[in-house]
């Protein structure tokens, strides 16, 4: 079965507005690390937030929040008031065990702000 | 504040001849070190990771090795590329046992004629 599930290949939102991108997780293992990332088209991963297993407040950094669902396992991302520079794609990603050497990551869903 | 750097940005290179990219980290000391590689509009296959100077674990048997000669030095080899060995190359470091992210350097883009 997949570590971490991204159900939408592609997602368009407008300008100023919020979208959730979906993520789904599988894992026995009780304490886990949650990630998302943004892919920009130049190619370099950019770490945006962290939620860890234990973790009883969802995360969130500037207009990045993480909707933790853990009985759904479910980690989706949401970005508010969308701008332009948002448009990339972006990967959810688990490491097991909190401090696990492997970490699974998505296949992705590239998002396009529309002005 | 820690870095990681990743060369060259762009290589171009013939079936049959060797590879050879380097990933480098500052700031830290006893990273776990990571390749993958990203075809065109996928997502990342992890490749090789690694916890100590000389420890390499390998998750995909193809003809790439890597090997780690010094602690936060990384380097990803081919004897001989083949052309389904295109694509991006992406290097990263986490902090070992800490529940932290994984950082990126900006990647290679490899392209095999």
């Known amino acids: 079965a997949q570590k971490i599930t991204q159900t939408q290949p592609g997602m368009f939102v407008q300008e100023k507005e919020a979208v959730t991108l979906d993520c789904t997780y599988d894992t026995s293992d009780p304490s886990y690390g949650l990630f998302w990332y943004k892919q920009p088209s130049s190619g370099e991963m950019i770490f945006l937030i962290y939620q860890g297993s234990y973790d009883q407040q969802n995360a969130t950094e500037g207009r990045y929040s993480l909707n933790f669902q853990k009985a759904r396992k479910s980690a989706n991302l949401v970005i508010s008031a969308s701008q332009l520079g948002d448009s990339a794609m972006y990967f959810c990603a688990m490491r097991e065990g909190l401090t696990g050497n492997q970490f699974y990551f998505g296949t992705g869903t590239s998002l396009t702000v529309i002005p | ?113």
């Open chain 2, 1 to 113: 504040s820690q870095t990681i750097h990743q060369w060259p940005a762009t290589l171009v290179q013939p079936v049959g001849s060797p590879l050879s990219l380097e990933c480098t980290v500052e700031g830290t000391s006893n990273p776990n070190l990571y390749w993958y590689r990203q075809a065109a509009g996928r997502g990342l296959q992890l490749l090789f990771y690694s916890v100590g100077i000389g420890q390499i674990s390998s998750e995909v048997p193809q003809n790439l090795s890597a090997s780690r000669p010094q602690d936060r030095q990384f380097i990803l080899s081919s004897k001989k590329l083949l052309l389904s060995d295109s694509g991006f190359y992406l290097c990263a470091w986490t902090v070992r046992g800490a529940p932290q992210p994984q950082h990126f350097g900006d990647g290679t883009r490899l392209s095999i004629l």
